[in-house]
């Protein structure tokens, strides 16, 4: 009975979710966010395997916290919102490993590029939602991944920004979100 009640459809539940990224920047980190993103999971706690996750970016809502680094990010320098205004992940696979870590494989899109990468992810697990008066029979779903891309495998930035020590290739990108069972 546990197990059919924590399977089933899941949706973002955006007040209780963050997707943010930091990147090199000569000696130091820049942090940032994306506020504005959806999704839809098939989660099935008994058989995880058979999980699929879906995750639209809203491109344009990247925030460092500086107007004009944030605009310089949305030109065609680094995500090119106009042409490419929504990042897409949607998974081909995920395996259990050990405890409550699932390994997602899935497309990353990213501009004009879409590209397999691997994420780790932790289910931090599934309670009904405590205040019941406005929520009642609500269950939510908690996850976390921490996990790294190339940027420069997505066309975001210029490899000499590399050369010249201004900054790294990697995107560290940090996924907490929880989820209201449909």
Do not use: C
């Not at 460092?64 to 897409?88: K, N, Q, Y």
């Amino acid at each position: 009975m546990a197990a059919e009640k924590a399977s089933g459809q899941w949706d973002i539940d955006p007040e209780h979710s963050s997707i943010g990224f930091r990147v090199r920047h000569i000696v130091g980190y820049v942090p940032g966010v994306f506020s504005r993103f959806s999704g839809q999971v098939e989660y099935d706690a008994a058989m995880p395997e058979k999980s699929q996750f879906y995750f639209l970016i809203d491109s344009s809502s990247v925030h460092t916290g500086v107007p004009a680094r944030d605009e310089h990010l949305r030109s065609p320098d680094f995500l090119d919102v106009e042409r490419s205004p929504r990042m897409i992940f949607s998974s081909k696979n995920v395996v259990r490993e050990d405890g409550d870590i699932l390994v997602v494989t899935g497309d990353l899109t990213i501009r004009d590029v879409t590209a397999e990468v691997r994420v780790p992810l932790q289910v931090l697990g599934i309670a009904g939602h405590p205040v019941k008066d406005k929520m009642p029979g609500v269950r939510v779903l908690g996850l976390h991944a921490a996990f790294s891309i190339n940027r420069l495998d997505f066309h975001v930035g210029s490899e000499e920004w590399t050369r010249m020590g201004l900054m790294g290739e990697a995107i560290d990108l940090t996924i907490d979100m929880e989820l209201l069972q449909r």
